[in-house]
Structures are given as structure tokens and as C-alpha cells.
């Protein structure tokens, strides 16, 4: 009877066995989502403990963590998979796109120790403003990738100088340098280290965004900062050379 009765559903569906199909489906999707994120986090982190860092301008890192004041820090979206190790447990808010993309980055930054606000700089991004803009008042730190989530790279966009001039905060640009790394062939290049790889963390000077009457002022205002982003990038890249030839670093 069994049987036949399975065998009924299928000849003649009904609306109860596309509900079936389509609770099958989003199960798997969420066992699927499951797996991935933990081989991740695995490989990641099996990865990262073999890494030997050095870090420069750590000390500012800490004072504006313990100042209580708030602040943003802001990195290239294509390398941020040693800061996030190198910070973790700190308690540092970011943002994370609502995507299923971001589903698996909420889930790995979560697990170090980082608290998040969902949200993009599409349909979610007044959510995700909002929502920055109140862990800053309330004297948290916002881990920003200004040229996130989709690009284009080291291009910094308007929404982080916006964050930055409303909430009247201190700044902070961060480099990062590594080798040997993997790059994917995303939009970001994205920057994976090899195991045992040489990695510096450069933080930077913290600045304040001046404020802007219009759109014009803070593309000006995004400009300067992507430029301090990059200068950090080079003075990490600097710091790596002499790691890597004895104290000699060469011309960038």
C-alpha cells in the first residue's frame, strides 16, 4: 500500500509533496552550509597558526580597542584572512554582506571571536549604517573593507567615509603583506597564504574624516584614504623584505 501510494504522489504531484521537495531542499542547503563553512574555518586556521607574523603599530591597535571611544579600522577586502586571525577574540564588530556568501564569512568571523552587523552597500546598506554607527557610539571598534563586497578593488567607497565623518571617529588604515601566497580568481585577487609563509600586519596612524558638504568632498575624502591604506600596504611590504634579506629592504 506503501508503494502505491508513493508511487501516486509522483505520477500526480501535489502541492504537499512540493512542500516536501522544497523543505529537502533547503535542509541540504543548510547541511551543505554547515560542512563548508567548517572545512573552512579548518583549513584557515591550520593555516594561519603556521604563519609567522610580525606586526607593527600594534599599540595603536590597542589603544583604540581600550579607549572606549570607538573607532573604524579599514583594510582591502582581498586581504583580510591574517588580520582576522591575527585580531581574533577581540571583540571588534564587521560587516558582513547578507549574501550566501557572507552567510560563510558571519559564520567563520563569529567563531573568532568577532561580533557582526549584516548588511551591504545595496539594499541593506541604511541597515548596515545604522547599525555601525551605534556600535561606534557606544564605544565598540567596526572592522571595515571599504571597497566591499563586490568591488571594485582599493577603491574605497562612499559609505565608509560617510560612517566615518557622521560618527566623528578615529580612523585607522591597516596593510597587510605575506609570501608565498595563493591569489583566487575573484574580483579581489584575494590573498591566501601558503603554509609557513612570512606575514607583516602593518597598523596605522588613526586619522579623522573632515566633514563634507557634499559627494564631491567625501570622493576627495575616499581618495586620501585609500591612499593611506595603500602606504600602510607598502610600509608592511617594506617591513617583509627586511624579515626576508636580512635587514635590507628594497625600494617600493
Known sequence: MLIFTVLSMICSPSAELFQMAGALKKLWS??????????LWLVSTAIAYTVRFTVEGGERFDNMLSSGRGGIIVL???????????CRGRGIWSIISPSAD??????????????????????????AFLGAAKCIRDGGVVAITPDGPRGPANVVQLGTVLLAERSECDVMPIGVACRPVWR???WDRHMIPKPFARAVI????????????????????AEKLAELINECDRRAELLLDKKENGGIARDI
Open 184 to 186: 583566487l580568481n575573484s
Open 202 to 221: 602593518y597598523f596605522g596612524e588613526t586619522i579623522r574624516v573632515s566633514a563634507c558638504e557634499n559627494d564631491d568632498d567625501r570622493r576627495i575624502q
Open 76 to 86: 582591502w577586502h582581498g586581504k583580510t584572512m591574517l588580520p582576522i586571525f591575527w
Open 30 to 39: 543548510k547541511i551543505r552550509l554547515e560542512i563548508i563553512w567548517r572545512l
Open 102 to 127: 557572507g552567510e560563510l564569512q558571519d559564520r567563520i568571523v563569529r567563531s573568532r571571536g568577532y561580533r557582526t552587523i549584516r548588511g551591504s552597500s545595496g539594499g541593506n546598506g541604511v541597515r
